[in-house]
């Protein structure tokens, strides 16, 4: 039986609450009833949930006893009888009947495990927000609070709102005055009279704020204006208008979302995760959700969000783990470039094709055969009659599947087989059979040695399982005429012939999606075949060659999927002003004007060229800056080789060099390559030669680098250059 630890008298934090400003927290909190009653009203709520939360520890203990109990008391009264056939078949039914109690008892438990990890949740923040709505002229505003769960008292009255609630939308549409929702299929149209926000810990009251619009989101800025940490948090609270378009878009085939560095994107698209969770409770599975993400470092840092918001994390995965479970082995990771145009050509080729006698190979173990490729191409010859694709596939990997068991029962009946069971050792029948075996009688020596050798040759069902049997490269060079497939050909063309693939997943959310070519893309779709895409990125964040424009993106999910909708998010919530106008300078001209910051001014970049004596120096002394300063730093190269050089230039004072292994530090300074740090964010940026030779002026891509790199900082950064400054940099020089 499941059972958690509930902690039911938590105190608040001592001493006085911290203003945090532009909150409104008066010194003489006698002088504000507001904040009097509101603090009253915490009290009371974060009251009841303790209440709440003893009743649920309480209820779930005496379940507990009361199923023991009567787990023993049936036990006591159930007497096995399998002397005949009915006496079997009453037993099972006694069996069946006792499991059912069981059963019912860890539904009721879990169900109440589900409500106390909610309560558990909001101990440590009730709340965050409030909304009065007046539903009917004349009629007393309804006030509603609003928290990153929703629970209700023992009299189903609503102490607090799920964030995800179609009623919630009202808070983040940010509008005062007329506004509407959709619950169950119906618009309804409400007044809010009210939004507030407020600062709370456990069941203390710093602050709260009444706002309606976006720029003076104070909530938000107390929330970017803390310093950052290792990992992400959620912004459940600070969710803004346009990402909340994103967070709440009705659910669709293809949502492509194009965002400038820091609009929130990799933010926006976890909460969407938890919305969708919340909008398909019992029906939608963490199983059935992937994460596709840049790299392990950026899996780490996004992996406490949506446990934090009391959700499971899907699968995250980043590309090149994804291929290597698909391709053979030693045969890369997908990452070699292939056109639409060579994909289009293999969808054409098995459209009309036929197996011959050698497309197929021996089902081994070693050096055992025990399926031949003749017996295999005549399998494929007696199907003839069925196109040469996933459908045939399947019959022939059903009728291999029966062939290999038929195969092994032969094989237990053998002298071979029987001498090979009796000399195993004891760990090794621990292991296949879980005890020690004592066969009494030879029907059942045979089944132990079915067993044995079902374990021994659990490969080759693997093997049939996987398609293992097909010689997809012969297949491939012989479709297309060429000696040879590239990783992603030879996966395209495997999903062409076998429908391998996950027809079970129902979302996949790509991340930093203009890092992927289309023919990457191209194999997600076809793969994912039945999922919905959400699809983030930023053009200008490709920093690498020949990825899909997104351009291509559409094409790619218009032809796999349909119609492919599209949100845009302009803002910056990460970086200041500054730096924010400093990484929008490489922009288009007319993508520049839209861009803005919603941070508070701090202080200016530094941008200065050195020449070669002072330039070792200046980069001693921005190291030793960014190491003494609070927060997180990072000095970011656009390649590893260019960390080494660096590395060799500062000696003992080289920050630590972060590999894809690595987890960032709460503080300090790391070495990091920009292909690791796409996604992250640091409180002050290093960038240690932004001289021509890095960042030529007449190369796209490299204006692309440093936009990238540029934009991983919040608070500041100083960008030097060995010799002169990069000509995309111009006017810039501090």
Known sequence: MFRRTFQPDRCAPQGEPVPTEPFQNPADDSADPVFDQEQSHLAETYAKLQQIGRALVRKMERAQREAAADKKAMAEELAPNFATYADAMETYADFAAMNRVIDGYNLAQDADAAELAKVELLLKQPYFAKVALQFKPGQEPKELYIGTAGISDENYRRLVVDWRSPVAETYYNQDNGRTSYVADGRTITADLKLRRQFDIEEDRLNAYFDTTVAIQDSLLLASLSKQRTAQMKAITATIQKEQNTVVRHEDVPVLLVSGIAGSGKTSVLLQRIAYLFYQQRGSLDASEVFLVSPNPVFSHYIASVLPDLGEHNPESLTWNEFARRLLPPNRGSGDVDVSLAALARIDRAVESFEFDANDFKDVRVGEKRLIAADQISKLAEKLGRIPAGPHRITLMREELHARLESRLKQMAGTDEALDELEALEADEQLRIFGEFIAPTDEQEERALALRYLTDRYADAFAAVENDAWLRIDRIGMRLLETDGLAPLEWLYLKMALTGLGNPDAKYVMVDEVQDYTAAQLAVLARYFRRAHFLLLGDPNQAIVPDTATFD???????????????????????????????FASLLPSEEQLQVSSIQRADEPP?????????????????????????????????????????????????????????????SGIVLITLKLAKGLEFDHVIVPDASPRVFPADDDLARRRLYTTLSRATRGIAVLARGALTPLLEGAAS
């Open 552 to 582: 291509e993106v559409r094409e790619v999910f218009q032809a796999a999927r349909g119609a492919v909708e599209e949100c845009r998010l302009m803002t910056s919530y990460r970086s200041t002003p500054e730096i924010t106008a400093l």
């Open 606 to 666: 530094t941008v200065r060229a050195f020449g070669d004596d002072a330039y070792a120096d200046a980069l001693h002394a921005a190291v030793a800056g960014a190491r003494a300063a609070e927060g997180l730093a990072a000095v970011i190269v656009p390649w590893k080789y260019e960390a080494k050089r660096l590395q060799a230039l500062l000696g003992d004072d080289a920050p630590p060099l972060l590999d894809e292994r690595g987890e960032l530090p709460e």
